[in-house]
């Protein structure tokens, strides 16, 4: 069984963990993804690689305690084994050499973003990098990120830190300023992916999303994690996750991922009675 190998709290609630898994490190690409189940009768859940190591046969994974799982997934100690672990999954981003390519990370995001930040980097181009968080405590891989960008924006909406602000406000200046930008890469909170995208969309700017919308089998068998992108239906697991930002329809991507909404709130206060009743 994969085993988790290293914990870190990153900030409230965002935990980072490495698992040992050869099979799934040894041919991971950047924009991949894996599923993992905790234990037999579990869901499972999507998590992007946020980064990995070829040598050491690790994957390292970031998320946020949202949900059930992610809330038991966050409460495993070093040596836990995960049930079983499902990758790599999806497309890989596509990387070449373009010039300036700007990528935008909110939240978790910022960690999921890490390798394609990386592979960019490394293709030889001028790479841009803005994060944000709610304050400063939920900026997370700064020194991770800033290793591999020419330059690394923060942003903090209360202003504790960085820029005060959206991570778009950014963004922003560089388009008013008519700075030279050749692609722009945004992944976190599906709110923020449509503000970008729609701030580049007036400008001509190519602009690439990842989706992580409600998703089981990851193999494009069952069509749970569908998407319309230009009016077709796309399946994020399959065809993506990576997207045309401007020919996503987020509206309709919003709303499906508010699906299950009411089933995850019993399914946590059951928990929380559960644990209480233990004590």
Same mark, same amino acid.
């Given at each position: ?5 290293k914990r ?10 490495d698992?040992?898994?050869p099979d ?13 189940r905790?234990?037999?009768?579990g869901?499972?859940?999507?998590l992007?690689v ?6 050491a046969g690790?994957i ?13 997934l966050?409460a495993?100690k %070093?040596? *836990? ?5 499902l ?13 300036t390519v ?5 939240g ?7 390798p394609?930040t ?7 181009n001028?790479?841009i ?6 304050n400063k %405590? ?11 960008s ?6 903090? *909406? ?5 820029v ?5 406000k950014?963004l ?5 300023r008519?700075?030279?930008?050749d692609l722009?890469? !945004?992944?976190?909170p &599906?709110?923020?992916?449509? !503000?970008?995208?729609h701030?580049t969309?007036?400008?001509?700017i190519?602009?690439? &999303? ?21 009016n ?9 996750? *990576?997207?045309d930002?401007?020919?996503?329809d987020f *509206? ?9 909404k ?18």
């Amino acid at each position: 069984m994969p085993k988790i190998i290293k914990r870190k709290q990153l900030a409230p609630k965002i935990v980072h963990i490495d698992i040992q898994a050869p099979d799934v490190a040894r041919t991971v690409q950047p924009g991949q993804f894996v599923i993992l189940r905790l234990h037999e009768q579990g869901e499972r859940i999507p998590l992007t690689v946020a980064d990995f190591s070829r040598q050491a046969g690790t994957i390292s994974i970031i998320f946020q305690e949202v949900g059930k799982t992610t809330i038991d997934l966050g409460a495993m100690k %070093e040596q *836990d084994n995960i049930h079983n672990l499902l990758g790599p999954l999806g497309q890989p981003t596509h990387i070449a050499k373009l010039g300036t390519v700007v990528c935008v990370g909110g939240g978790v995001g910022t960690a999921s973003m890490h390798p394609i930040t990386r592979a960019f980097k490394e293709a030889g181009n001028k790479v841009i990098s803005i994060i944000g968080g709610r304050n400063k %405590e939920f900026i997370i891989w700064e020194k991770e990120i800033g290793a591999i960008s020419d330059q690394l924006i923060i942003t903090t *909406d209360d202003g504790s830190y960085g820029v005060k602000g959206l991570v778009t406000k950014p963004l922003e200046e560089m388009i008013r300023r008519q700075e030279k930008i050749d692609l722009v890469v !945004a992944i976190g909170p &599906v709110i923020m992916m449509k !503000a970008v995208s729609h701030l580049t969309k007036s400008c001509g700017i190519k602009t690439m &999303v990842s989706l992580n919308p409600i998703m089981l089998d990851g193999t494009g068998m069952c069509g749970v994690c569908r998407v319309s992108v230009n009016n077709e239906t796309k399946f994020a697991c399959f065809h993506g996750p *990576d997207f045309d930002g401007h020919l996503v329809d987020f *509206d309709l991507l919003m709303k499906r991922l508010g699906t299950y909404k009411t089933e995850e709130k019993i399914s946590i206060e059951k928990c929380e009675r559960c644990e209480n009743a233990s004590h």
